[in-house]
């Protein structure tokens, strides 16, 4: 049974760096038929998808975060990470992370992260 | 970039009805599309892959169908544990990227 699990810091000061990583268990990163991918929400909206890694370092991202995000794998670790600069109020959301195959089908359980002073 | 509409934005319905669920991709699509189920507190869950292929586990009274731009997610006799909201989600295979819909709230009548 695959697993994700997200951590990192629930607290982040305005202009500064968001940073989570997501833990996989049951499944391999370094898995060439599967996308890594980290999703957010909102409290109360929707959800948005924010990019995806795959295990050889090819990403793609949001158009909307792209100038902010960075993602990356450690396949030795088997996890991958998320890296959003600049944060504002507006980034406060329930982080997930996803594995993707023909659609997203595992999911971590989310971390609220909270952009404030 | 591809924007996917659902409607209704929400909806009452009592235990046993009939449900569709509608979502209109902004441009054609074929069959790359998702939908999921959300509780409130938790991730979001797979239901529906491919347009119309059920995620294993997922209830057969759960099913999906479309292709190109109008897509519906039909629950045939609503459970109580049914009531969630449900988001449709597609895939862009080039460049790779993903789209979700905003979401329809269904609620005990």
């Known amino acids: 049974q695959v697993q994700l699990q997200e951590s990192g810091p629930g607290l982040v000061k305005p202009s500064e760096t968001l940073s989570l990583t997501c833990t996989v268990s049951?499944?391999?990163?370094?898995?060439?038929?599967?996308?890594w991918s980290w999703i957010r929400q909102p409290p109360g909206k929707g959800l948005e998808w924010i990019g995806y890694i795959y295990y050889s370092g090819s990403t793609n991202y949001n158009p909307s975060l792209k100038s902010r995000v960075t993602i990356s794998v450690d396949t030795s670790k088997n996890q991958f990470s998320l890296k959003l600069s600049s944060v504002t109020a507006a980034d406060t959301a329930v982080y997930y992370c996803?594995?993707?195959?023909?659609?997203?089908?595992?999911w971590g359980q989310g971390t609220l992260v909270t952009v404030s002073s | 970039a591809i924007q996917l509409t659902q409607s209704p934005s929400s909806l009452s319905a009592s235990v046993g009805d009939r449900v569709t669920i509608t979502c209109r991709a902004s441009?054609?699509?074929?069959?790359?599309l998702a939908w999921y189920q959300q509780k409130p507190g938790k991730a979001p869950k797979l239901l529906i892959y491919?347009?119309?292929s059920l995620e294993s586990g997922v209830p057969s009274r759960f099913s999906g169908s479309g292709s190109g731009t109008d897509f519906t997610l039909t629950i045939s006799s609503l459970q109580p544990e049914d009531f969630a909201t449900y988001y449709c989600?597609?895939?862009?295979?080039?460049?790779?990227?993903?789209?979700f819909g905003q979401g329809t709230k269904l609620e005990i009548k």
């Open positions: 989600q597609q895939f862009n295979s080039y460049p790779r990227m993903y789209t």
């Open positions: 441009q054609g699509i074929s069959s790359a």
């Open positions: 049951g499944g391999s990163v370094s898995s060439g038929s599967y996308y």
């Open positions: 491919d347009a119309s």
């Open positions: 996803a594995r993707v195959g023909r659609a997203f089908d595992y």
